[in-house]
């Protein structure tokens, strides 16, 4: 079968980093081993470490922890090695050292056939994210003749609303939106993309995914780890800017949003701008209503004892960072009014767990026995397992065998792994693999991530002007009691905690 992607190179800025080793390099690898990168192409790493070529390729794939769990086969990755090589630089922004690159580009391009095709990968501290892009341009690399250039961003695309619209400006200035593609990690999970799946190609869902007959949407993003060594960079970002602003808003907008008219990225990437349009704002003394802010004291998690957040490297001892969030919010349309939406996310919690929990209302009347909680509990949940044990489940009452009509809750359980025996791609791969092929369908908008932050930006200065606390909960339990408050007055639900399960190899969490 003919291979789709254009000959290209990819050049990764920052490649003698953490994330390039970690996960661009491994994901690049495993394109190649999967056969997806196409005949014609060579990786190009830019730093300012100096290496030669050899001693890039000993740093990122021979000596590389990251590749060695990897289905590390010697042989390949000598062949692949002969694809990568190295620029180093003196500025990564400096005009000389673009021309430097452009050059080594053109000689690359000759050597492999691969003609004036480039992926710029900007995998540096964030403040060179504009300027790197402008010495691009300086040299005609944003627009070569003859060929293509794309420029893929990395998180976090901006502290708050006016610096991501500056920097869109920046780089919309030199790229086109289309060839701008802002990385977002959730989106190449194949759980999230299943989210999209599961509601536009079954006739079942959709009639039942509004307001009529949904009561409340939970989305939790729960991190066993603490912040480790990333303190420095954590503290300056906290729990809301992490995971809410980006990832659990993607996820969220592939739960709520309207059916798109097309599975293309400008039908998709319309609809999401909607929905974050939709998002009623939460401002001022709602902030303290709604938004639970949070951060951990010491305690005993499932990776062993950890001090508390203020104690980590990086982190001052009188940080206001918060490390958990729960929130309670609503969406302002036809679809949606009324339901209240909630999302959490912390570091130190019990599991690492991903999921959506939809909880439908209650049938309109009791009829059978055994439901003796029926006015405090609804029983049909659906849940969506991002990660881990990929799947999900579906909860509703069924009769107990013997006499009368008990009702007794049961779970329909369906494990993403049992479609398919193949490795399912990892969310680099997926997502560098689109890039290569042209479609930005699962990268964010430019428009959409200023959408976003003008959600998050409010809670974030009411924070900053303390005007609502900062609760604390210890390591190893589920955050705060106040998270739990988020759910007075609505009857019938309240946040799930899966719970660890040891039932067979299978099971990892359990209904
Ligand atoms: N690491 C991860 O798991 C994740 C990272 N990211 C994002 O990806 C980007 C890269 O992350 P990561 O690799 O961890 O970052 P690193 O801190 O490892 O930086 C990457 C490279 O940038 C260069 N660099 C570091 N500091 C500076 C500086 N002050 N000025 C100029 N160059 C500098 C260094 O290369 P040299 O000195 O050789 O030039 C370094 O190897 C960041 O923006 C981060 O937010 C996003 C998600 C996850
Ligand atoms: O982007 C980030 O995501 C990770 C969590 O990602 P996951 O795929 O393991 O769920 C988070 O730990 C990190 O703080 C954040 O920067």
Redesign the pocket.
């Known amino acids: 079968m003919a291979n789709p992607i254009d000959p290209h190179i990819l050049i990764i800025y920052?490649?003698?980093?953490?994330?390039?080793q970690?996960?661009l390099i491994p994901a690049v690898f495993d394109l190649y081993r999967g056969g997806y990168l196409p005949e014609k192409f060579a990786l190009l790493g830019a730093?300012?470490?100096d290496y030669t070529d050899e001693a890039f390729r000993e740093k990122v794939l021979f000596e590389n922890e990251f590749m060695q769990g990897n289905g590390y086969d010697e042989d390949q990755l000598k062949a692949f090695s002969e694809l990568l090589f190295y620029q180093d630089?003196k500025a990564?922004d400096g005009v000389e050292d673009a021309k430097k690159l452009k050059a080594k580009l053109e000689d690359l391009g000759e050597q492999f056939e691969t003609g004036s095709n480039y992926i710029f990968y900007?995998?540096?501290?964030?403040?060179?994210y504009s300027s790197i892009p402008k010495a691009l341009a300086e040299v005609g690399l944003n627009k070569p003749e003859n060929g293509w250039s794309r420029l893929v961003v990395?998180?976090?695309f901006g502290y708050d609303e006016k610096s991501a619209k500056q920097l869109n400006e920046e780089l919309q200035s030199v790229f086109r939106e289309n060839d701008i593609y802002r990385i977002d990690?959730y989106l190449g999970k194949e759980t999230v993309q299943n989210l999209l799946v599961t509601r536009f190609a079954n006739g079942f869902f959709e009639p039942l995914w509004n307001r009529n007959y949904i009561q409340s949407v939970q989305i939790t993003a729960a991190e066993t780890v603490g912040v480790g060594s990333r303190g420095g960079?954590y503290d300056e970002s906290g729990a809301l800017r992490d995971m809410i602003q980006n990832h659990l808003l993607q996820v969220l907008a592939h739960v709520a949003m309207e059916p798109p008219i097309r599975a293309d990225a400008y039908s998709i990437r319309g609809e999401k701008m909607k929905l974050f349009q939709s998002l009623r704002a939460i401002t001022g003394e709602q902030v303290a209503q709604q938004v639970v802010r949070a951060q951990y004291d010491a305690g005993d998690t499932k990776d062993g004892h950890v001090e508390g957040y203020r104690e980590a490297e990086g982190v001052p001892d009188d940080s206001m960072t918060e490390t958990y969030v729960a929130m309670k919010f609503f969406i302002d349309n036809w679809r949606w009014a009324g339901v209240p939406f909630f999302i959490r996310t912390g570091k130190c919690l019990p599991l690492k767990v991903t999921e959506v929990v939809i909880t439908f209302k209650n049938p309109p009347q009791a009829l059978f026995s055994g439901y003796d909680d029926y006015a405090l509990k609804c029983d049909n949940q659906l849940i969506m397992r991002i990660q881990p044990d990929e799947g999900m489940a579906l909860e509703f009452g069924m009769k107990v065998p013997g006499e009368g009509f008990r009702v007794k809750n049961v779970d329909m359980d369906f494990f993403y792994r049992d479609l398919t025996t193949k490795d399912v791609p990892e969310s680099y791969s997926r997502l560098l693999l689109d890039c290569m092929k042209g479609d930005p369908t699962l990268y964010a908008r430019g428009d959409s991530v200023e959408q976003a932050w003008a959600f998050v930006d409010p809670i974030l200065q009411a924070w900053e002007k303390n005007e609502a606390p900062l609760a604390r909960y210890t390591a190893g339990t589920w955050g705060p009691e106040e998270a739990d408050r988020l759910w007075d007055g609505i009857t019938g639900a309240s946040w799930r905690n899966p719970a660890e399960s040891l039932i067979d190899d299978k099971h990892y969490t359990k209904l």
């Open positions: 920052g490649a003698s980093g953490d994330l390039a970690r996960k730093s300012r470490t630089l990564y900007l995998s540096t501290p964030p403040k060179l990395e998180k976090p990690h960079y």
